[in-house]
């Protein structure tokens, strides 16, 4: 396998896009990753969608987009994982590019969630759960993460105000974001006030939905090294790993087997270790995962996830700085494009393009992008060459 560059980025704002298509949307994110890599075409693209036959009645999202952006002809297909589809996206674009089949492709994500009614938009995301045995029985995605909260709450013996620092750093640093859906930092007042959604999380402890997408350009190292006058980002390293869907079903279900699993792969692949990480692009669609996730990438001991947050390791300052950019909690959670944008998002941290937002001397960024309630996990890691 050759290594892998990402030459090109392009995102949209993350918000209620009335006015555009899917396809538009997937269109500009595409458009602007082809301008920022100067090529005018690729011979493969990958899209990350979960949800458009549902909300949109419309499949085949490969052949559309790219027939939409001039590419008629190309190798082009659709790849789901339910909300860890965008960085699917990206490894099949890399594995696509790095086993030399192509010489270019290109990844993006794209999500149309406003245009259907909240029962619509919230039945289509619960099928990325067990329909045997959660689904059926009315739980959703935020009844799922909150008993997962509750046990966790009661095991290690956390409050729930203790998880208030996760939501106030991504708003902290969404507010620098002017891509992000919500650009207002707020306190641990607003967040200890926030209406109860499935005790205990309330709406400060979950991600909204949105309409977005965002897009990179995947090209063989050596064939650009050198040739940028900025700094180059390379993929070192890229896992998938799985478990159940249904939570009930895991050895453990305070622990994300997966998330360890593909995490430990891919600092292997880049020959680090979970200390020389600068900055996580963390998958917070919910306050608990983004203590389970510090907890089984080797950032924080077994139910001390919290703690980071609570001692400030979390912050631009920190440690281990996470949702550099708003996470999914502040810019969004356009589900099939997140994994994208959290791509696009560590590009900008390591280019040094991240603007107010930029973690100083970024160098190594870790991005995971978790399906369904930990059942599909992909991490990559990504460093300047």
Not at 125 to 144: C, K, N, P, R, Y
Not at 282 to 294: C, G, K, N, Q, V
């Amino acid at each position: 396998m050759q290594g892998v560059a990402i030459l090109g980025i392009g995102q949209v704002p993350v918000g209620e896009h009335w006015d555009k298509r899917l396809v538009e949307l997937a269109g500009d994110a595409i458009f602007a990753a082809l301008e920022d890599a100067q090529i005018k075409r690729v011979e493969a693209l990958y899209v990350g969608n979960m949800m458009a036959g549902q909300l949109d009645k419309q499949s085949h999202l490969g052949a559309l987009i790219s027939d939409w952006v001039g590419f008629r002809g190309i190798e082009a297909m659709t790849v789901e994982a339910a909300c860890g589809s965008g960085a699917l996206a990206l490894r099949t674009a890399m594995v696509a590019v790095g086993s030399g089949l192509v010489s270019s492709a290109l990844a993006v994500g794209v999500e149309k969630m406003t245009d259907t009614s909240p029962r619509e938009t919230t039945a289509a995301l619960a099928t990325a759960a067990s329909a045997d045995w959660e689904s059926i029985h009315g739980v959703t995605f935020v009844g799922l993460n909150a008993l997962i909260m509750r046990r966790y709450m009661y095991e290690y013996g956390w409050k729930h105000e203790d998880f208030a620092p996760f939501s106030i750093n991504s708003h902290a640093n969404g507010a620098l974001n002017p891509n992000a859906r919500f650009q207002s930092p707020i306190t641990k007042e607003i967040y200890l006030k926030a209406p109860m959604i499935a005790d205990p999380i309330n709406l400060m402890d979950a991600s909204p939905i949105g309409d977005g997408a965002a897009a990179a350009v995947v090209v063989p190292l050596d064939l650009v090294k050198g040739m940028n006058h900025r700094p180059l980002v390379k993929i070192a390293g890229s896992a998938v790993a799985t478990d159940s869907l249904a939570v009930h079903d895991r050895h453990d279900p305070l622990w994300l087997t997966a998330a360890e699993k593909s995490a430990r792969v891919a600092y292997n692949q880049a020959g680090i270790g979970p200390d020389e990480v600068d900055f996580f692009e963390i998958h917070d669609a919910f306050s608990i995962m983004a203590a389970l996730s510090l907890e089984a990438c080797g950032f924080a001991e077994r139910g001390q996830g919290p703690r980071l947050a609570l001692e400030g390791e979390i912050t631009r300052e920190g440690s281990i700085p996470i949702a550099t950019l708003g996470g999914l909690k502040a810019r969004g959670h356009p589900v099939g494009a997140t994994g994208m944008y959290q791509v696009v998002e560590a590009v900008q941290q390591l280019r040094g393009e991240a603007g107010p937002a930029q973690i100083e001397g970024a160098k190594i960024g870790l991005t995971q992008n978790i399906g369904g309630s930990g059942a599909t996990v992909i991490s990559h890691v990504l460093m300047t060459e």
